[in-house]
């Protein structure tokens, strides 16, 4: 293989090259210190073999800035590299040349790797015709996302293979491995490769249903190994640090900027090993990650100062001879921005309000212009030291508030020697974003952020004063500062917030004689994502009205709102601890609204959340969320008796044994809720029956199941002694509401009376005897409640041989009539079935197990008729021997497997004689 060593150490230097971005103070100072280290010919050497590849990521790393377009320092590099590379002949067929000339060119397309590419497995490898490993398709598809122009090759089909490749070569534990095994490079490996998946997702150049997901999984992934392994080098942490990014996710990352950030060497770069002098791989790979985080200062602003020697005091006598002093101070601007309305403020010795003396007005400055503002005091009012302090409240967006306030001494004052107690308290009691008060609703993208500032003053004191911002209670920044007595002295910090609601707070604390001294300063505020809002709505009274405030079973409607009207929107909800509650669906006749059910969750903090991206790249705009609120729920409805049907027949006198039941729905949301079932027997009007006591019980609702069931605490026995409508009602109530009842019919009849004529039950048994009429009408059992309207209840035969050999062949005809049901009524259509049982055998011995006999069989009812049969397959009866046969007659219940035996409604005797064979 052509060029090995390169190849290897290229490769090796992979795990220490990052790539890409721009913005940022730590940024900025990045950028200078790769120009300081630049070589007059545009190349950066840390050494020989180093050379292309410091000068490769160096200007990777500038072509992330916001003015790369006009940074000198970028394009001496890139005419410098373009150059380097004509003196390395034999490097064509290599990948390594194939990048490095893209990067100094600063375009280019999926086809121009196409030497390289490994069609059968959808990668790239080092040398032409060479199999795709990890390294190389990470370094093209790096490449590919930080140049411009990636609109241009998003229909083409390399980038979607690499993204496959690179997800195929997945451990089965989820991650990736440079070589056979595992190794401390996997780490850094694993986090390019999950970066380029996501921003390729962002951009819409890969699409895959599991990938959020997966994506999902690494991001929790990489979090929890930071929180775990901390801050091992710098390069892990920048690395890290840009896949979160890319990712979105803005708070896992924030510690880890922090970490850089404070990390940063004073020459602007960074540097795992404090042996190597220039480390320009850690510096641009740190550079990169943290251009990221965006901090929103704006480009033109102005800055207001005031000096000591721009005060003057001169005494000045009114017309009315009354002594009085005129103060005036000088107010400049030396910003690029104009200065609109702010107060000008004089304080005596320090710049707090109750030392306030007086104030001015002023209309506007302009860049580079001047302005003098006065105010006259009494010579009780003149004070030893004289403050001044400009723009207390933060009207204009001033970026360097320390020159806003001067402390001059008043020789004419007449009160030079009064005590003045020790005290501190920040100006204006003010906390600034940017420069200053913002307004209660800002708008920030997701790494977004600003500067929180605020200005320390003291009185009668000097020396370190401790202060803390917090952000919700929570510390986002703390140190110690030197205050001189009536001087001031600026506290910063960078802040990244999060979308919601914001309390901001600055604490300043100092020890004066053993006695603490603090001041507070809060900003409220709300922090919305650039460019997008969501806002719930709730139908009420036949309309949307808007509302944060919802009931179980309810719908939420979602309206998306966006300053990017082409965006994708995707929603979800969420409970309060950020699991998620499913997707709203589009509303199909409001656009740009959704809706979500609340369905049976319980009471408590919801919020929904959506994602806006560019339709066409992908690439996401804003992520916001807003929260709403469930309330405690109990509806109950569809109460059902179970355990019985809905009507019931009984004899009188006939004793039922009743497993009652009842089911109901509950949409209910409040853990620990309970209703109470009561059963009772009531009279057709409704009234309850007396002798019959009713049997409650307390039934807890499960939260979980919409269908809720409970049961009687004990079985029910009931025997009807009048016949007549009866019914057994349950009631379902809350406290002592009855909310909601059924019932089930019950009828009490008069019992039927068994009738039997003309049964056959001869002495002795002949083959070959006459024809015998046979009657048989209803055996009456307990079980007649069981019948139905319309179901065979009895019925008669018609003449036929109960006589019958036991050989092949012979059959028993027997015709079923005057079939009728319960209440007298001929059936006119149903089925009966027969079953054939044996009786034990006047013999030697009883019939032999074996026998096929005994089956079931189905009958069908033609107007009142039917037709029954039974024949034997003979050989059952040893010659001499005799059994009786019966022939057991029952009704057909029908289930949703089919038919079985219901109730036996009556019988037939066939007596069957053994014969030779």
């Not at 992908?618 to 729920?633: H, N």
């Not at 809720?708 to 809350?734: D, H, N």
Request: net charge negative; proline share 5%; charged share 20%.
């Amino acid at each position: 293989m052509k060029n090995h060593f390169w190849a290897c150490f290229f490769i090796l230097q992979f795990l220490l090259t990052g790539l890409l971005s721009a913005a940022q103070p730590a940024v900025a100072s990045a950028s200078m210190y790769l120009a300081d280290m630049q070589d007059s010919d545009g190349i950066w050497h840390r050494g020989t073999d180093s050379m292309l590849l410091d000068s490769y990521a160096a200007v990777m790393a500038l072509r992330q800035c916001p003015d790369a377009e006009s940074n000198p320092t970028l394009w001496r590099g890139a005419a410098g590299l373009l150059l380097a590379l004509a003196e390395c002949p034999g490097w064509e067929e290599n990948l390594l040349f194939a990048l490095t000339t893209a990067a100094a060119a600063g375009s280019v397309t999926p086809a121009f790797f196409q030497p390289w590419a490994d069609v059968a497995q959808g990668g790239w490898g080092m040398e032409i015709g060479a199999r795709a490993d990890l390294v190389a398709t990470v370094l093209v598809l790096e490449l590919l996302l930080d140049l411009p122009g990636h609109d241009e090759y998003c229909d083409q089909p390399e980038v979607q293979a690499g993204a496959s490749y690179l997800l195929s070569a997945m451990t089965p534990d989820g991650w990736w491995q440079l070589g056979g095994r595992s190794s401390p490079g996997d780490f850094r490996l694993g986090c390019r490769i999950v970066g380029i998946l996501a921003e390729s997702s962002n951009r819409g150049l890969i699409a895959s249903s599991n990938l959020a997901d997966a994506l999902l999984r690494l991001g929790d992934r990489i979090a929890q190994h930071w929180q775990r392994e901390g801050n091992k080098g710098y390069y892990d942490a920048a690395i890290a640090l840009r896949t979160l990014c890319r990712l979105g996710r803005w708070q896992d990352a924030l510690p880890i900027y922090a970490a850089l950030r404070d990390g940063q060497d004073q020459d602007g770069g960074w540097r795992d090993f404090l042996e190597i002098i220039d480390d320009i791989q850690t510096t641009t790979a740190a550079m990169t990650a943290m251009a990221a985080f965006q901090l929103t200062i704006p480009p033109v602003s102005p800055d207001l100062f005031v000096t000591a020697d721009g005060v003057t005091v001169r005494q000045r006598i009114t017309d009315d001879g009354t002594e009085e002093w005129q103060v005036q101070a000088l107010v400049f601007n030396q910003g690029n921005g104009v200065a609109e309305s702010f107060l000008v403020n004089f304080y005596a010795g320090a710049a707090m309000p109750e030392c306030l003396l007086a104030q001015a007005d002023v209309a506007q400055i302009r860049p580079g212009r001047s302005v003098q503002v006065g105010c006259r005091l009494t010579m009780e009012e003149l004070p030893r030291w004289l403050v001044v302090a400009v723009d207390v409240d933060g009207r204009t967006p001033d970026q360097n508030r320390e020159n806003n306030l001067c402390r001059c001494l008043v020789n004419e004052a007449s009160n030079h020697d009064e005590p003045e107690p020790a005290a501190h308290a920040l100006l204006g009691g003010e906390l600034w974003l940017n420069g200053e008060k913002p307004d209660e609703i800002i708008f920030l993208a997701p790494g977004q952020g600003a500067v929180l500032s605020g200005i320390a003053v003291a009185r009668g004191y000097s020396g370190p004063v401790e202060y803390v911002f917090s952000d919700n209670d929570n510390v986002i920044a703390s140190g110690n500062v030197d205050v001189n007595q009536g001087n001031a002295m600026t506290m910063a910090t960078e802040w990244f917030p999060e979308a919601g609601q914001h309390v901001l707070t600055l604490s300043v604390k100092a020890v004066v004689d053993g006695q603490i001294i603090n001041a507070d300063a809060v900003l409220r505020v709300t922090v919305v994502d650039e460019g997008a809002m969501l806002q719930t709505w709730q139908f009420v009274q036949s309309a949307w009205q808007k509302s944060v405030s919802f009931q179980a079973r309810e719908y939420v409607e979602v309206e998306a709102m966006s300053a990017y009207p082409d965006a994708e929107v995707t929603l979800w909800v969420e409970d309060a601890n950020g699991v998620s509650q499913g997707t709203p669906v589009a509303s199909p006749e409001r656009p740009g609204r959704y809706h979500w059910h609340t369905g049976i969750r319980h009471p408590g903090e919801y919020r929904a959340c959506a994602l806006f991206r560019q339709r066409q790249s992908g690439a996401l705009l804003a992520e916001v969320s807003t929260p709403f609120t469930i309330t405690p729920t109990e509806t109950f409805s569809n109460l059902t008796l179970t355990g019985v049907s809905r009507e019931h027949v009984l004899a009188c006198g006939q004793t039922a044994v009743l497993t009652i039941g009842a089911q109901w729905q509950a949409l209910a949301n409040v853990p620990g809720a309970t209703c109470c079932l009561t059963w009772r027997w009531e009279h057709e009007d409704g009234r309850p029956v007396d002798v019959w006591p009713e049997i409650s019980r307390d039934a807890p609702v499960a939260l979980e199941t919409l269908t809720q069931r409970t049961a009687m605490p004990e079985t029910m026995q009931i025997a009807f002694a009048v016949q007549g409508m009866y019914r057994l009602a349950v009631l379902l109530s809350v406290g002592d509401q009855v909310l909601l009842r059924d019932y089930a019919s019950f009828q009490a009849v008069a019992r039927p009376v068994p009738v039997i004529e003309n049964r056959v039950v001869p002495e002795l048994v002949q083959a070959g005897a006459e024809q015998v009429a046979t009657l048989i009408r209803l055996r009456v059992v307990d079980a007649s409640a069981d019948l139905l309207p319309g179901e065979p209840a009895s019925f008669v035969t018609g003449d036929f041989s109960p006589f019958l050999n036991d050989v092949p062949g012979a059959e028993v005809v027997a015709p079923l009539q005057d079939i009728r049901d319960r209440q007298g009524v001929p059936v006119a259509s149903g089925a009966l079935a027969s079953r054939v049982d044996y009786g034990r055998c006047q013999g030697d011995s009883d019939l032999a197990p074996e026998r096929t006999e005994g089956a079931v069989t189905l009958h069908l009812i033609n107007q009142g008729e039917a037709e029954l049969s039974y024949a034997p397959t003979g050989n059952t009866l040893k010659v001499g021997e005799w059994s009786t046969v019966v022939i057991a007659i029952h009704q057909v219940r029908t289930s949703e497997n089919g038919w079985q035996l219901g109730r036996q409604i009556g019988s037939l005797e066939v007596y069957l004689t053994g014969v030779k064979e």
